[in-house]
């Protein structure tokens, strides 16, 4: 299901009309941009199916003894915890520094 949707996002996507840039770093931001734009629609569509998909398995009585079971986080857990705080730290930091995009020209 959600390779037909990312399927249908890249096509959307591609329909969109493009702006004409003029220079390089103008076409870079502009692509870079335009990933930004379709990974937030994944990670939406994404989220979207997955809270039907826990309607549905609700509805149908639950997940049962799977979600009754005691657990608690552990250390590879712990290890992806700490990747998406180095990889999110440091896309702060280079929009923040390296890649000022968001803010006004002067």
């Excluded at 990312?6 to 969109?16: D, E, G, I, N, P």
């Amino acid at each position: 299901m959600l390779i037909d949707e990312f399927r249908t996002l890249y096509a959307a996507h591609r329909l969109r009309p493009m702006e004409p840039a003029e220079t390089f770093g103008a076409r870079r931001r502009q692509r870079v941009a335009n990933l930004v734009d379709l990974l937030a629609a994944a990670v939406t569509v994404a989220l979207r199916r997955g809270d039907e998909m826990g309607d549905a398995i609700t509805a149908r009585g639950g997940a049962g003894q799977i979600s009754a079971a005691p657990s608690r986080p552990r250390a590879r857990d712990w290890i992806a915890f700490a990747i998406l705080v180095v990889v999110c730290g440091s896309a702060l930091a280079l929009e923040l520094t390296v890649l000022p995009t968001s803010l006004p020209r002067r």
